[in-house]
């Protein structure tokens, strides 16, 4: 255990376990309020997965989007989640989600010095369902320079270890081989990061500034109760914290527990991107006190590839995105044909390849198979590889077709008949079989330069062909234990535990099962963090800056946001 930063004491107002977006959301906005605050991290690294996450949150009716003129209301949004949630999503949630998105926004703007990328153009990611909308419910962080803000604390934070770009300029640029490179590694020599990074050391700046106590090396074990209350945290080393006004648990997920995961999860997780210590110690720890669980069949699904990156010391999968998404590639199964829209979003296209009671854990889909060829290759490279250099592992090359259909065993003619109807329509810019292309969504991560008619579609001409697995994967685990909307931690009976609040992977979801856009994980995960921290701090949980007020006392008539009961 290690302080690196602030007051080390045993005593504080408020003790936060865990250091990702809704564990320091929920300790800054307790530290803007003046309570003492302390956050504990089990590694040596601060951020969670936060910190290597893409760094975006989903909000719903924000104020950048109506100052820009586009059109949105909650009333549409809870209309598209409910549909994308399967109708699992709990109501005070998804009420305290979206009545406190924007006034955690605005909170961490105004009193956090926050900095976010609008995206207007950033689709919804189910635009077949009513309520979605094609721009201006996401935001991102800005580049920040992380070596002036936070001096030798940037060494805690950790790094996803890319360059410093963000998701915009991904989407803008397209395929790796059109980053421009030496920008990047200018930007990094400077010291500014991008994406979750970002996010994490902009929270983490206005704690400093807050002489807020940061802890690394600090495990939570177990929950201190005085008469009911939980009033502290024992850490697994033995020392304890003690918390004046409640303690907040944000530890992450527990899918790096496989024990908890395959008992829990309603699928086989066979890899993960998130940092190995998510292995459920916040979900045991208000198990031991009596919570309720809740939600915890369901993870952030995501298609991954199996490409030999680590995290800590263990093996990470890789999320494909452009690399099935952009024109001359597409997906088969374990017979050779196509089996979905490989445009979708990642987390209903890693539906279709989740198995678990079927032979060999297999299904229809699985193992299954990203396919291309030498021109796409050339034009875009696939992940870190380019075309020239030896053929890494993770992909299997041949010269034809039918040799690689023979290599990935799947059925060669399925295979050349797949191909060859493919091509037939992507010329032309079409895909009959699943509507590839159609949505906004599709055509948002295609290529704008594609020769071909749709920026989603292209053949596959020319070999050598490759192929590269994919397996089912997650960001993370997205249940566990139950909270009301203010983030009060709910006992088996559906009473409020005093004193033990909770937010982030650690607990049930907003949006259940559903997925509704970009930055749907940290959305709802930043705004019950923020509510957790006004809960405790005894502030409601509307939030007017002082812009705001001046205006009023001006006679401006500025208003404050409404939402569910404090």
């Given at each position: 255990?290690?302080?690196?930063?602030?007051?080390?004491?045993?005593?504080?107002?408020?003790?936060?376990?865990?250091?990702?977006?809704?564990?320091?959301?929920?300790?800054?906005?307790?530290?803007?309020?003046?309570?003492?605050?302390?956050?504990?991290?089990?590694?040596?690294?601060?951020?969670?997965?936060?910190?290597?996450?893409?760094g975006m949150l989903w909000v719903a009716d924000n104020h950048h989007a109506r100052e820009a003129g586009l059109s949105d209301s909650k009333e549409a949004a809870a209309k598209y989640?409910?549909?994308?949630?399967?109708?699992?999503?709990?109501?005070?949630?998804?009420?305290?989600?979206?009545?406190?998105?924007?006034?955690?926004?605005?909170?961490?703007?105004?009193?956090?010095?926050?900095?976010?990328?609008?995206?207007?153009?950033?689709?919804?990611?189910?635009?077949?369902?009513?309520?979605?909308?094609?721009?201006?419910?996401?935001?991102?962080?800005?580049?920040?320079?992380?070596?002036?803000?936070?001096?030798?604390?940037?060494?805690?934070?950790?790094?996803?270890?890319?360059?410093?770009?963000?998701?915009?300029?991904?989407?803008?640029?397209?395929?790796?081989?059109?980053?421009?490179?030496?920008?990047?590694?200018?930007?990094?020599?400077?010291?500014?990061?991008?994406?979750?990074?970002?996010?994490?050391?902009?929270l983490l700046a206005s704690l400093v500034r807050d002489d807020a106590a940061l802890v690394v090396g600090a495990r939570g074990h177990r929950l201190l109760n005085d008469g009911g209350r939980v009033v502290g945290v024992q850490?697994?080393?033995?020392?304890?914290?003690?918390?004046?006004?409640?303690?907040?648990?944000?530890?992450?997920?527990?899918?790096?527990?496989?024990?908890?995961?395959?008992?829990?999860?309603?699928?086989?997780?066979?890899?993960?991107?998130?940092?190995?210590?998510?292995?459920?110690?916040?979900?045991?720890?208000?198990?031991?006190?009596?919570?309720?669980?809740?939600?915890?069949?369901?993870?952030?699904?995501?298609?991954?590839?199996?490409?030999?990156?680590?995290?800590?010391?263990?093996?990470?999968?890789?999320?494909?995105?452009?690399?099935?998404?952009?024109?001359?590639?597409?997906?088969?199964?374990?017979?050779?044909?196509?089996?979905?829209?490989?445009?979708?979003?990642?987390?209903?296209?890693?539906?279709?390849?989740?198995?678990?009671?079927?032979?060999?854990?297999?299904?229809?889909?699985?193992?299954?198979?990203?396919?291309?060829?030498?021109?796409?290759?050339?034009?875009?490279?696939?992940?870190?590889?380019?075309?020239?250099?030896?053929?890494?592992?993770?992909?299997?090359?041949?010269?034809?077709?039918?040799?690689?259909?023979?290599?990935?065993?799947?059925?060669?003619?399925?295979?050349?008949?797949?191909?060859?109807?493919?091509?037939?329509?992507?010329?032309?810019?079409?895909?009959?079989?699943?509507?590839?292309?159609?949505?906004?969504?599709?055509?948002?991560?295609?290529?704008?330069?594609?020769?071909?008619?749709?920026?989603?579609?292209?053949?596959?001409?020319?070999?050598?062909?490759?192929?590269?697995?994919?397996?089912?994967?997650?960001?993370?685990?997205?249940?566990?234990?139950?909270?009301?909307?203010?983030?009060?931690?709910?006992?088996?009976?559906?009473?409020?535990?005093?004193?033990?609040?909770?937010?982030?992977?650690?607990?049930?979801?907003?949006?259940?099962?559903?997925?509704?856009?970009?930055?749907?994980?940290?959305?709802?995960?930043?705004?019950?963090?923020?509510?957790?921290?006004?809960?405790?701090?005894?502030?409601?949980?509307?939030?007017?800056?002082?812009?705001?007020?001046?205006?009023?006392?001006?006679?401006?008539?500025?208003?404050?946001?409404?939402?569910?009961?404090?």
């Open positions: 255990m290690k302080f690196i930063n602030g007051r080390p004491t045993d005593t504080y107002d408020v003790v936060v376990v865990g250091s990702g977006a809704g564990a320091l959301t929920a300790a800054a906005t307790a530290a803007r309020a003046g309570k003492s605050v302390v956050v504990l991290e089990k590694t040596e690294l601060l951020g969670g997965t936060s910190a290597v996450s893409g989640i409910r549909a994308v949630a399967r109708g699992r999503s709990r109501e005070e949630l998804l009420d305290a989600a979206l009545n406190y998105g924007d006034t955690m926004l605005r909170f961490t703007e105004d009193e956090c010095g926050v900095r976010f990328i609008f995206l207007d153009n950033f689709p919804d990611y189910r635009q077949d369902l009513p309520g979605s909308v094609e721009g201006g419910r996401t935001v991102e962080p800005e580049l920040y320079n992380i070596r002036e803000s936070l001096g030798e604390l940037a060494v805690h934070v950790r790094s996803d270890g890319r360059a410093p770009f963000t998701m915009q300029e991904y989407e803008n640029w397209g395929a790796f081989t059109k980053f421009p490179w030496q920008e990047l590694n200018e930007r990094q020599e400077q010291g500014l990061v991008a994406k979750g990074q970002a996010l994490v050391a902009m850490l697994e080393s033995g020392e304890t914290f003690h918390a004046n006004d409640g303690v907040v648990l944000a530890t992450g997920g527990f899918e790096w527990d496989k024990s908890l995961a395959d008992s829990l999860l309603a699928s086989r997780l066979y890899i993960m991107c998130s940092p190995p210590s998510n292995t459920g110690d916040g979900l045991k720890m208000a198990q031991r006190v009596g919570a309720q669980t809740r939600g915890t069949r369901e993870a952030w699904w995501a298609p991954m590839s199996i490409t030999g990156d680590t995290r800590d010391g263990q093996p990470v999968g890789t999320l494909l995105r452009f690399e099935r998404q952009g024109p001359g590639s597409l997906m088969v199964n374990r017979h050779g044909r196509r089996f979905a829209n490989e445009s979708q979003n990642y987390n209903d296209l890693a539906r279709c390849l989740q198995s678990w009671d079927s032979p060999n854990n297999q299904t229809l889909n699985t193992p299954a198979h990203v396919v291309f060829d030498h021109s796409y290759l050339e034009r875009y490279g696939v992940l870190a590889h380019r075309a020239g250099q030896p053929t890494p592992d993770y992909l299997v090359e041949a010269p034809t077709l039918a040799e690689l259909a023979a290599k990935i065993g799947v059925s060669a003619d399925n295979l050349q008949a797949t191909v060859e109807r493919f091509n037939e329509y992507a010329v032309k810019g079409l895909d009959p079989d699943f509507g590839r292309g159609e949505s906004a969504y599709d055509k948002y991560w295609g290529d704008d330069d594609c020769p071909w008619p749709n920026p989603s579609l292209g053949p596959l001409q020319t070999g050598p062909f490759y192929a590269m697995e994919v397996v089912n994967g997650a960001f993370g685990s997205n249940g566990g234990v139950a909270t009301d909307g203010l983030a009060r931690v709910l006992d088996v009976d559906g009473q409020a535990l005093p004193g033990l609040f909770a937010a982030g992977n650690t607990t049930e979801n907003a949006y259940a099962a559903g997925y509704p856009g970009a930055g749907a994980t940290l959305g709802p995960i930043m705004t019950m963090g923020y509510l957790a921290g006004r809960t405790i701090a005894g502030q409601p949980a509307e939030y007017v800056s002082e812009e705001h007020v001046s205006a009023e006392l001006a006679g401006v008539g500025a208003t404050t946001e409404s939402g569910a009961g404090t």
